[in-house]
């Protein structure tokens, strides 16, 4: 099962809980619970045609390291 279709299912179950609801302000919650499901599964339906990509960035040299004075010779030992 898709996850579009298990929201799809939720959503479903939280419109009958509202059906079956004496207190109006619980039904409408339900309702509007079940709307946000039905949503959530109209996402994940686009999330799942999406070919999503991940890269790992780069790793960025320290700040500080760039401001280091440097040797304008050899190795900074006395070393040509």
Same mark, same amino acid.
């Given at each position: 099962m898709s996850s579009g279709?298990? @929201?799809r299912s939720l959503s479903s179950r939280?419109?009958?809980r509202a059906e079956s609801e004496r207190n109006v302000k619980f039904r409408a919650e339900w309702n509007y619970l079940a709307?946000? @499901?039905l949503r959530l599964a109209e996402q994940a339906d686009r999330n799942q045609r999406t070919d999503i990509v991940y890269e790992t960035p780069l790793k960025h040299r320290?700040?500080?390291a760039d401001s280091a004075p440097r040797p304008a010779h050899g190795d900074g030992h006395g070393k040509p």
């Open positions: 279709d298990h @929201y939280f419109s009958a709307t946000c @499901y320290d700040a500080s």
